[in-house]
């Protein structure tokens, strides 16, 4: 799992662009004009071409869930179409389907809730993932569910507006479902659903700010996204 | 969790030069916890020092301290309960490690809620409530698995409704609403594994996920923990009408909350 955190792809250029704001002398102020113009210097900014700006405040924030929820639905839709799935247990096959189904529900929900303020659609890149094999499918989903929870437990305290924050803590529980079912297929009857490697001593779910969420799921998109304007406290 | 970020984010609100260094050499010596990758360690030391630290900013501490005290009471309960029920032998053997788990977690929260209301929050932890888990005679979770299995399920998915209903009312708060929200995906966790394990067991045909409010083949007084899961509508969009995804798969996509005065009804069921 650790290993997966730790590969840049996309978003080394958002580094650089984060980078440039942060030395230059540039007031609050004007870090934000600059910023409120990137769809405007894309020639001035080549590496932001093709990439999507996530936005700021509430709607940054959305936009950042939709981004993962995008992600998911992707991956879902890939393996019930795959070889394993079509081969998989009955229990399994119920499992993966209804994930299926909640990601995509998910993801339709941000992007109309988000209306015109919702990042385009996310290029995804599986080339990682066997999905005729058992193993790889699992290792993926576990991945990509665990992630999803740190993000969201990351997430919450940048919220503003409470009627978010709940719809959030709606989803964010399910994605902890999720993520113990496929952890119990992957290894059955142990402790790994609710594993130490997530969980400390206080019984607390470990938490992932942007940076570590977008930079472990760069690995998968290939889209980059721009999280620079993400609330930061 | 990461202490370092709940170590940053309060503020040592006072006005002696004193405690301040004290605040920031002892998240100094997090730092260095934090270099060395002990992260473990790390978690299990830090709540003793945390009485270094006088205040949480901004949120108002009393209101804080009686969400959190209720969110003790919950996990009081849910310790005793998997407590005694190890105690008890009743648990099937092949199911020691998720117990024993779920225990050790009901535990450290009731430790860590215990230590920021008191350390940090300077307010008095509740104390452990004497506990039915017969509810008045009506159940035998301690010599009937599949009746442990059942209330288990309903303490779990109470706790992950209760969790979620209080996340407004901390979140002046991000450090306790950071920690309630660590807390709340565990709960979902041990509720997921808890409601499977039962099916798996041909005691129910739940799945890890709420469907349509339904309660299963659970006792018909758990209702209330499940009525209101049925909801598809979110933020004003009805999911259903907006993908085309049957109604049972959308309510299992969300779940819901509830407020303190309908858990409270639900726990009082188990009191003494």
């Known amino acids: ?233 | 969790m990461n202490l370092l970020n709940l170590l940053d984010k309060m503020c040592p609100e006072t006005s002696s030069p004193e405690e301040k260094d004290m605040f920031f050499s002892r998240r100094e010596a997090f730092r260095q916890f934090g270099d060395m990758g002990k992260k473990v360690a790390m978690a299990a030391v830090p709540l003793g020092l945390l009485s270094a630290l006088p205040k949480v900013a901004k949120a108002d501490t009393a209101s804080l301290i009686g969400v959190l005290n209720f969110a003790l009471t919950l996990e009081h309960l849910e310790y005793r309960y998997y407590q005694m029920g190890i105690e008890s032998g009743v648990i099937a053997g092949a199911d020691a490690a998720i117990f024993n788990k779920i225990r050790d977690h009901e535990l450290a929260h009731v430790n860590f809620l215990s230590e920021v209301i008191s350390s940090v929050l300077k307010g008095t932890p509740v104390s452990e409530p004497a506990f039915d888990f017969t509810a008045g005679g009506n159940f035998s979770p301690f010599t009937d698995y599949p009746t442990f299995l059942a209330l288990s399920q309903a303490f779990e998915d109470t706790g992950v409704r209760a969790y979620k209903g209080q996340a407004g009312n901390v979140m002046e708060n991000d450090v306790v609403l950071t920690a309630a929200l660590s807390i709340h995906s565990v709960e979902a966790r041990h509720a997921s594994m808890v409601r499977r394990l039962r099916t798996k067991k041909g005691q129910d045909t739940v799945k890890g996920w709420i469907t349509n409010g339904s309660i299963g083949t659970l006792p018909a007084a758990t209702q209330a923990i499940y009525t209101g899961e049925e909801n598809v509508t979110h933020g004003g969009v009805n999911v259903v009408n907006l993908t085309g995804i049957d109604a049972g798969a959308v309510s299992e996509g969300w779940d819901e909350p509830l407020n303190k005065d309908q858990v409270l009804g639900i726990a009082s069921l188990f009191l003494a």
């Open chain 1, 1 to 233: 799992m650790k290993n997966e955190l730790i590969k840049p792809q996309g978003l080394v250029k958002n580094a650089n662009r984060r980078q440039f704001l942060r030395t230059g002398t540039l007031s609050v102020a004007a870090a934000g004009l600059l910023l409120v113009g990137c769809n405007d210097d894309e020639d001035m900014m080549p590496p932001m071409d093709g990439g999507v700006m996530l936005g700021s405040g509430d709607i940054g924030i959305l936009n950042y869930a939709y981004a993962l929820e995008q992600l998911e639905a992707a991956f879902y839709a890939t393996v019930i179409k795959g070889g394993y799935f079509a081969n998989a247990s009955a229990e399994e096959k119920q499992v993966l389907g209804d994930v299926e189904k909640h990601e995509r529900a998910h993801k339709e929900f941000f992007k109309a809730a988000l209306g015109s303020a919702a990042i385009a659609d996310l290029e995804v890149d599986f080339s990682s993932i066997n999905f005729g094999d058992r193993m790889s499918v699992l290792t993926a989903a576990k991945t990509f569910e665990d992630l999803g929870v740190a993000a969201y437990n990351g997430a919450g305290q940048f919220i503003e507006d409470v009627n978010y924050l709940v719809i959030a803590g709606k989803i964010v529980s399910v994605e902890a479902r999720h993520a113990a079912a496929i952890r119990d297929l992957i290894n059955p009857g142990s402790a790994d659903f609710a594993g130490d490697d997530l969980i400390d001593a206080n019984g607390l779910e470990r938490t992932l700010n942007f940076s570590q969420v977008l930079t472990a799921a760069s690995t998968y998109v290939t889209t980059p996204i721009d999280f620079s304007q993400l609330p930061t406290a």
